[in-house]
């Protein structure tokens, strides 16, 4: 991408305040595999969980990583998120309980990855998860704060449904040689979607993940992504940290897993990037972020 592009998508990025109501809904989005989507979607819904948001996360991923990672039962699940998408079952129907207070999860299977198919000739067939997702926050007791889409490694329908149906995109990039290839690709995906599909969407930051300052070229590929999308980039960057690999495959938040490690430490810090651009008001005051950090890495 060049400096034309890049100045052709600065209104595309988040002006800040945007919620239905009052939820907030943030699809995380990067067709690269691997670099850091579901752990981000897991760990900051988390930790806005234990901040007492609300959150839901909506598994769009077949590969029901999210959905693993947070230890839901799957033997037992009746139906999931591909009930939701092609049978148009209510989602209030899929939406079970994680094992912390204030998350829940609408899941996916592996049936998910044939979805696209069946509804490829369906009208509006882009906006289905948007539709079921306002027809929930509108009309039943179940109210979020925050409902984080996990999205798969591919630019598909599944994805662009969940770019309908947000408010804000979130992208992992990891900080690895080819880290900007693609993007364009993905930014024109979301400049279509914004100019046909939903007015609304705007670009809430740019993540980087797998962070290994050690590296010359991580230290200069951090500092590429920084010129390249300057301020919108957020200020933290997630490490590495085999932490977050084992926090997951115990079906665990960081912050329950390893609450001193750095995965902890960074994703507390990206929440609160997250709601200082989301719900300004509920920033803490500088007196009172060290409870905040207290409040999340506590046992539930
Ligand atoms: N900061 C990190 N440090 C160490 N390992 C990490 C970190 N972030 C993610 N991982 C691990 O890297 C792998 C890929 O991460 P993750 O599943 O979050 O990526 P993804 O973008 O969701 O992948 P996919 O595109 O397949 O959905 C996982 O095994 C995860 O546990
Ligand atoms: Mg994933």
């Known amino acids: 991408m060049d400096e034309e592009i890049k100045s052709f998508f600065a209104p595309y990025f988040s002006q800040g305040h945007n919620t239905h109501g009052k939820t907030s809904i943030i699809t995380i989005a990067n067709q690269k595999g691997g670099c850091g989507k579901t752990t981000t979607a897991i760990n900051l819904s988390a930790a806005l969980a234990k901040r007492d948001f609300k959150v839901l996360i909506v598994d769009?991923?077949?590969q029901s990583h999210a959905s693993l990672g947070i230890g839901v039962d799957m033997e037992n699940l009746d139906c999931s998120i591909y009930d939701v998408i092609v049978k148009n079952i209510d989602i209030e129907r899929v939406i079970v309980s994680t094992y912390l207070k204030n998350l829940d999860i609408a899941p996916a299977t592996p049936m998910l990855s044939g979805a696209q198919l069946e509804?490829?000739?369906?009208?509006?067939?882009?906006?289905?998860?948007?539709?079921?997702l306002y027809k929930m926050l509108n009309t039943s007791r179940k109210?979020?704060?925050?409902?984080?889409?996990?999205?798969?490694?591919?630019l598909n329908l599944l994805t662009i449904?969940?770019?309908?149906?947000?408010?804000?995109?979130?992208?992992p990039?990891?900080?690895?040689?080819?880290a900007l290839e693609g993007m364009g690709e993905l930014f024109s995906t979301i400049k279509i979607v914004k100019e046909r599909l939903n007015a609304n969407l705007q670009i809430l930051g740019i993540l980087p993940?797998?962070?290994?300052?050690?590296?010359?070229?991580?230290?200069n590929i951090l500092s590429q992504i920084k010129d390249y999308f300057s301020d919108r980039v957020f200020q933290t960057a997630i490490r590495v940290n085999i932490a977050l690999a084992e926090a997951s495959a115990s079906k665990k938040s960081?912050?329950?897993y390893a609450p001193d490690s750095n995965g902890a430490k960074d994703y507390i810090a990206v929440t609160e990037e997250v709601i200082a651009l989301t719900r300004p008001e509920r920033v803490p005051k500088k007196d009172e972020k060290e409870n905040v950090k207290k409040d999340i890495t506590r046992d539930t």
Request: glycine share 4%; charged share 20%; net charge negative.
């Open 173 to 178: 990039i990891q900080t690895h040689y080819f």
């Open 254 to 256: 960081i912050f329950d």
């Open 119 to 132: 509804i490829a000739d369906l009208l509006g067939r882009e906006g289905i998860l948007r539709n079921v």
């Open 161 to 171: 449904n969940g770019l309908v149906a947000a408010m804000f995109v979130l992208i």
């Open 60 to 62: 769009l991923d077949s």
């Open 209 to 219: 993940t797998l962070v290994d300052m050690r590296t010359k070229m991580n230290r």
């Open 143 to 154: 109210d979020y704060d925050y409902i984080i889409i996990d999205c798969s490694p591919s």
